[in-house]
């Protein structure tokens, strides 16, 4: 059974800096494709970044291009995601993600294992 499990969210002032992770479990990390997404009260589900499945190539969105950095340790079966100069508008629960091709997609439903999210909240 696949389980995804985020941590390190929270609340913290704009220009502030936190670390995600995403545990997996259930399923051989070094051969998935991993991504980030997060979701905003009544929003879509947006991309946030992703990586392939050595690590070696990531795509971000433009919102977080400069800012963000997703990285994975295959030998933990995790995955982070550096945010810096964080802003109120990156407020949302952050979501990470897997499938099992070679394609980084920018699209949620193209993945399918899913964590419940953590709630990553910015004050002005």
């Known amino acids: 059974q696949v389980q995804m499990v985020e941590s390190g969210g929270g609340l913290v002032q704009a220009g502030g800096s936190l670390r995600l992770s995403c545990a997996a479990s259930g399923l051989t990390f070094s051969s998935v494709t991993m991504g980030w997404f997060r979701q905003a009260p009544g929003k879509e589900r947006e991309f946030v970044a992703a990586i392939n499945r050595s690590g070696g190539y990531t795509i971000y969105a433009d919102s977080g291009r400069g800012r963000f950095t997703i990285s994975r340790d295959n030998a933990k079966n995790t995955m982070y995601l550096q945010m810096n100069s964080l802003q109120p508008e990156d407020t949302a629960v952050y979501y990470c993600?897997?499938?099992?091709?070679?394609?980084?997609?920018?699209?949620?439903?193209?993945?399918?294992?899913w964590g419940p999210g953590t709630q990553v909240t910015v004050s002005s």
């Open positions: 993600a897997a499938h099992g091709t070679t394609v980084l997609y920018r699209t949620p439903q193209r993945y399918d294992f």
